[in-house]
């Protein structure tokens, strides 16, 4: 009766984690108790988690438990070990209902230290030194206790299955064999183990490339922040001086200003944030998969081995970047030079062009490929739409202008204009009065044949009576040429025949920092008839040039 009170009071004052007697014994709040290394150390592996645990009762605490001393508790324990019962027999040696059991001991069995896989058999430290101390036994193959040797075993044969068939995908015994898989693929299991593990070691090595992609795309996108960050505190810097010059007309303008890029800033900033929530969940779960890959290496045991490696092997995919491409571009310079354009001609843009301003904040560079977010419907595509009219100083005088220049019809008569420099003297040719940068989008309705939808730089020669200053016949300009029966693009004097549906109505789409100008035809729906991928290096006009009497073309009217 004294022994059993012995090993009941020892089993009170022992840790449920290292199952010793409790060392330097703490409390935490649910009234657990255990030793203060063997908490501290469960709590630090729960530290990445948002709530901690007690082992036993599974509780959970937020924040973190403050872990108290239990003076009271010590006490007992050091009395108790005063007593003998630190000469007790350690329950914990014994095999529970959950260990693998020594296959010699007898009575109460002791946990065991090592399995054969070679006997089929698990032993405790004692009975196991026969494998270290007799030569044949020390070739046996020693692993972690295990329960399931028996699986080890052909249930037909009773023999141990070292052959791996893979025909059916089986460990099988040499009987076997010779029986239902006569003439199948087969290799020895220690040999498919080995294929395999090469197999597995190529499949990690492609998710640790994959991992290094998704991090160096996870610098870029912190980069990216850095950068937005710094252009919009510089632009606002910047907008604030240019609207103190000008504070009695500009005052509410510049609040506008001001709020529009912030609220650009945290649109694109929180893009990239979560574009950087997404590669790191990725890279998180590459990481899991390929520690789920190192340990599966690692596995001595061939039949665990071989049973999860189909299961944990097809994670690993081939290597490729996630396609994020960053580059050095500008994000609210245009706003700066939209606000000095505001400085020069205030009347005009307090008017009618304070749409350029909100147009610039807009144009901040998306963070993937210029070509991913050109838009895929009108309702799209209008977001960017920009209100532009034709400049008389540069109409041919054939050219008649109309509906507050926006309209240009072509007449048999000069229209009286005076002379100027920038006029296109031999074509009949005219230029908007608005230049073009960022991203834009305008809608042409033209009647007639002949009529010519382009886009120019302003440099482009004006007095040559050859084709200089053609709309198309140079490197300064784009055009589409649009006839009743086809339309053809031409840059540089190259023509494209174009194909798609006939419309009155032409919409033109320009990401000018892409170098993407898009030409589509817009009736119920939007169809793209031809795309220009190349490298604008100066601000864009567009244009008009009509060919017959009596042709017109209009910007229409998109607000």
């Not at 100008?517 to 009509?546: C, I, K």
Request: aromatic content about 6%.
């Amino acid at each position: 009766m004294a022994q059993k009170g012995v090993q009941l009071d020892q089993e009170t004052f022992s840790c449920s984690i290292c199952l010793d007697l409790l060392k330097d014994p703490v409390t935490i709040p649910c009234g657990h108790s255990y030793c203060m290394n063997c908490i501290k150390a469960h709590l630090d592996k729960e530290d990445g988690k948002k709530l901690h645990s007690c082992p036993l009762c599974r509780k959970t605490f937020t924040p973190r438990p403050v872990l108290l001393k239990n003076t009271m508790l010590a006490a007992l324990v050091e009395q108790l070990k005063k007593t003998g019962l630190q000469a007790a027999p350690a329950d914990h040696c014994y095999a529970g209902a959950e260990d693998v059991a020594c296959d010699v001991c007898t009575g109460r069995r002791l946990k065991a230290f090592k399995s054969c896989l070679v006997c089929l058999a698990s032993y405790c430290e004692k009975h196991l030194q026969p494998h270290y101390d007799s030569a044949p036994l020390k070739k046996h193959k020693l692993v972690e206790p295990s329960n399931k040797l028996q699986e080890k075993i052909c249930s037909r044969h009773n023999e141990v299955m070292k052959i791996f068939c893979r025909t059916d995908q089986q460990c099988i015994c040499y009987l076997c064999l010779m029986d239902e898989h006569k003439g199948h693929d087969t290799v020895s299991a220690a040999a498919e183990r080995t294929e395999r593990q090469r197999e597995l070691e190529g499949s990690r090595l492609n998710i640790q490339q994959r991992i290094q992609d998704r991090e160096k795309d996870l610098k870029l996108l912190h980069q990216e922040v850095e950068a937005l960050d710094l252009s919009a505190d510089k632009t606002v810097e910047d907008s604030e001086k240019i609207f103190t010059e000008l504070i009695r007309l500009m005052k509410n303008r510049s609040s506008d200003v001001k709020q529009q890029v912030r609220s650009r800033q945290r649109t694109e900033v929180s893009r990239v944030q979560e574009l950087q929530e997404k590669l790191e969940q990725e890279i998180t779960e590459l990481k899991r998969n390929e520690a789920e890959l190192k340990l599966l290496s690692h596995t001595e045991d061939l039949k665990q081995f071989l049973l999860h490696y189909p299961s944990l092997s097809p994670r690993a995919e081939s290597t490729h970047s996630s396609g994020i491409d960053i580059r050095p571009l500008r994000h609210f310079e245009d706003v700066t030079a939209a606000v000095s354009k505001v400085r020069d001609k205030l009347q005009d843009v307090l008017g009618d062009k304070w749409t350029n301003v909100s147009l610039a904040v807009t144009e901040v560079d998306d963070l993937l490929s210029p070509s991913q977010a050109e838009p895929k419907t009108r309702a799209g595509f209008l977001r960017y739409s920009c209100d532009i009219t034709l400049d008389p100083n540069t109409a041919n005088t054939h050219l008649l202008l109309s509906d507050v220049n926006r309209k240009a019809t072509l007449m048999r008569e000069d229209q009286s204009y005076s002379r100027h420099s920038d006029r296109f003297n031999r074509w009949c040719q005219v230029l908007s009065r608005e230049s073009l940068t960022g991203r834009c989008y305008w809608e042409v309705e033209w009647r007639g044949e002949g009529v010519n939808v382009a886009v120019s730089y302003k440099n482009i020669s004006r007095k040559e009576r050859g084709d200089e200053c053609l709309f198309g016949c140079n490197n300064t300009s784009w055009v589409l040429d649009c006839k009743n029966k086809m339309f053809t693009f031409c840059h540089n004097k190259v023509q494209t025949p174009v194909s798609g549906p006939r419309s009155s109505r032409l919409g033109v789409y320009l990401d000018h920092r892409a170098g993407i100008l898009s030409f589509y035809s817009v009736s119920d729906t939007m169809t793209l008839l031809h795309r220009v991928q190349t490298t604008f290096t100066q601000p864009l006009y567009a244009g008009f040039r009509l060919n017959s009497y009596g042709a017109t073309a209009e910007f229409s009217k998109l607000k």
